[in-house]
């Protein structure tokens, strides 16, 4: 099968931009995958197939795969790619665009320095909602937010938040992100029991109240040079924590995103991320039949 495709990045997070507002391509599992191969197909962490309105109120839907194949929930930094992708083909001339992905809907705005606004929607703290299963462990509490301790294989145990995103997420607090071991523990946590949908793992150094520095071992994808939805985790864990305000820049390998949450007692304010969106190039490539 012969298709079109655009290759963007959001702070260094990359994706592979599938375009089927006007017929559906019917990819396979295999296929996302082999797109998303650095060798034998284009190379990305996630692709996106952004797809018509599917209703009232709504501009668009959009579907993620990540590089394993696995269709997700949400991606920050691919959201934002989303609303550049709409508006470069001029497929809209809205903004605020809205549009469905699996987690819910959406609001993303395209601000005039070129930077996107996205409104992530409140994240959610309820352990069995992330899903992490927290049965027999005694909460280490730290400002009033749960620090769990999960017991790794030949490391012992690791103390750690969980956010839902719509996606989940556990937040580790280090010293150091260059030296934290995201590679050793990031697939020990993926695939631990007791995230049952396995889990992104983000490692965050807190720099001061207003700035963090953060790697994430994401789930379906290994560690990314950027997680939007990661930053956002990584930021309300902090702010519950309280470690950090209601403004906080991330530093990650791929850029900066700046992500704002106020801490209300009800919990359910929506999570600003705000970061940038660039089309690396197009291309065409005969994808083989895979099953
Ligand atoms: N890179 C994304 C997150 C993509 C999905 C994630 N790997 C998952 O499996 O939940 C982002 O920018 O949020």
């Not at 299963?133 to 749960?146: R, T």
């Not at 607090?173 to 995230?195: M, N």
């Not at 969106?277 to 895979?290: K, W």
Request: glycine content about 12%; hydrophobic content about 40%; overall charge negative.
């Amino acid at each position: 099968m012969h298709i079109r495709f655009t290759k963007m990045q959001g702070a260094g997070n990359d994706f592979v931009v599938l375009d089927e507002t006007l017929a559906r391509l019917g990819l396979t599992t295999a296929q996302y995958r082999w797109l998303a191969d650095r060798h034998f197909g284009v190379g990305a962490d996630q692709i996106l197939t952004v797809r018509p309105s599917p209703g009232p109120g709504l501009d668009f839907e959009y579907v993620i795969h990540n590089a394993d194949g696995g269709e997700v929930e949400h991606c920050g930094n691919g959201a934002r790619c989303f609303v550049r992708f709409v508006h470069d083909k001029r497929l809209t001339a809205r903004n605020p665009v809205r549009v469905k992905v699996k987690k819910g809907e959406l609001s993303l705005h395209l601000n005039p320095d070129g930077r996107v606004t996205v409104d992530m929607g409140p994240p959610v703290f309820t352990s069995g909602q992330v899903p992490f299963d927290a049965s027999g462990l005694a909460a280490q509490p730290m400002g009033g937010f749960e620090r769990w301790p999960v017991e790794l294989p030949d490391v012992g145990e690791v103390l750690l938040s969980v956010v839902s995103m719509g996606n989940p997420h556990a937040v580790l607090l280090v010293g150091d992100v260059d030296t934290a071991p995201v590679l050793q523990w990031g697939p020990l946590l993926e695939s631990h029991p007791r995230f049952p949908a396995r889990v992104n793992v983000g490692f965050m150094q807190v720099v001061n109240r207003g700035e963090v520095r953060l790697r994430v071992f994401e789930r379906g994808a290994g560690e990314t040079l950027a997680c939007g939805t990661g930053a956002c985790a990584a930021v309300v864990a902090g702010i519950r924590l309280g470690l950090l305000d209601g403004q906080v820049d991330v530093a990650t390998h791929g850029g900066v995103l700046t992500i704002e949450w106020q801490d209300t007692p009800s919990l359910d304010a929506t999570v600003l991320m705000t970061g940038p969106a660039t089309s690396v190039f197009e291309g065409e490539i005969d994808v083989p039949a895979l099953p």
